[in-house]
Nanobody, 127 residues
Framework: QVQLVESGGGLVRPGESLRLSCLGH?????????IGWFRQAPGKDRYGISC????????VYADSVKGRFTISRDDAANTVYLQMNDLKPEDTAVYYC???????????????????WGQGTQVTVSS
């Protein structure tokens, strides 16, 4: 099973940017529909904010990040990125990546197939 490892989080001020990376080990041997980014703020449920389909690069964004975040992939590097611009305090959360459920993607949503999660990467936006 391909493992996904998140990195790139940090402490930034409102309006600044960060780029998160989701590195997949041995992508070339895996068959999967797509990968998504999810986040969980303290005291709140985890939910999908952006995902990208593997075969054509089609993307989905949650309303809360649309226009500010961009998901992309580098197949040669086995990596999916999340470029986050104009960060706001409400973006503070632990960010995770995971393989996505095709049925939800077709409805314009990002839902994971994960039954377990990695450590994620912490993003804190504070002045």
């Amino acid at each position: 099973q391909v493992q996904l490892v998140e990195s790139g989080g940090g402490l930034v001020r409102p309006g600044e940017s960060l780029r998160l990376s989701c590195l997949g080990h041995d992508f070339s041997r895996a068959t999967f529909y797509g990968i998504g980014w999810f986040r969980q703020a303290p005291g709140k449920d985890r939910y999908g904010i952006s995902c990208i389909r593997s075969n054509d690069g089609d993307t989905v964004y949650a309303d809360s990040v649309k226009g500010r975040f961009t998901i992309s992939r580098d197949d040669a590097a086995n990596t999916v990125y999340l470029q986050m611009n104009d960060l706001k305090p409400e973006d503070t959360a632990v960010y995770y990546c995971a393989f996505i459920n095709p049925q939800y993607f077709r409805r314009g949503q990002c839902e994971s197939l994960a039954d377990s999660w990695g450590q994620g990467t912490q993003v804190t936006v504070s002045s």
